[in-house]
């Protein structure tokens, strides 16, 4: 079956650098697109960002500029690369695949890891 497991993560000061990793298996990796969510306590999960099947990116507009995403197909695996972090995006990140193209809605996506916490202190 599919399965995804993120890694990474953990506490950092504001400023710092993350990078989260998912490894998926169970699916043809390199045909499905992946997302990445987050969800603050309190709060709705939210899009962050996704890759296409292709590596094309896109990104909220709260992460534009400070996080990166690339993708390994070879090795089935998607990165979530976050620079200059700041104490709101303090959340547990989840990945996420879907066949198809990419999308910001999270109820596109059938299949998901149990997530990462990320704690950003100021």
């Known amino acids: 079956q599919v ?9 950092v ?10 490894a998926a298996s169970g699916l043809p990796f390199s045909t499905y697109a992946m997302g990445w969510f ?3 306590p309190g709060k709705e999960r939210e899009f962050v960002g996704s890759s296409s099947w292709g590596g094309y990116t896109y990104f909220s507009d709260s992460v534009k500029g400070r996080f990166t995403i690339s993708r390994n197909n070879a090795r089935n695996m998607v990165y979530l690369q976050m620079n200059s972090l700041k104490p709101k995006d303090t ?5 996420a695949v879907r066949s198809g193209a990419t999308s910001y809605v999270r109820n596109d996506y059938p299949y998901w890891g149990k997530g990462k916490q ?3 202190s100021s």
């Open 13 to 22: 000061q504001a400023g710092c650098s993350l990078r989260l990793s998912c």
């Open 118 to 120: 990320v704690t950003v």
């Open 38 to 40: 987050r969800q603050a």
């Open 91 to 95: 959340a547990l990140y989840y990945c």
């Open 3 to 11: 399965q995804l497991v993120e890694s990474g993560g953990g506490l």
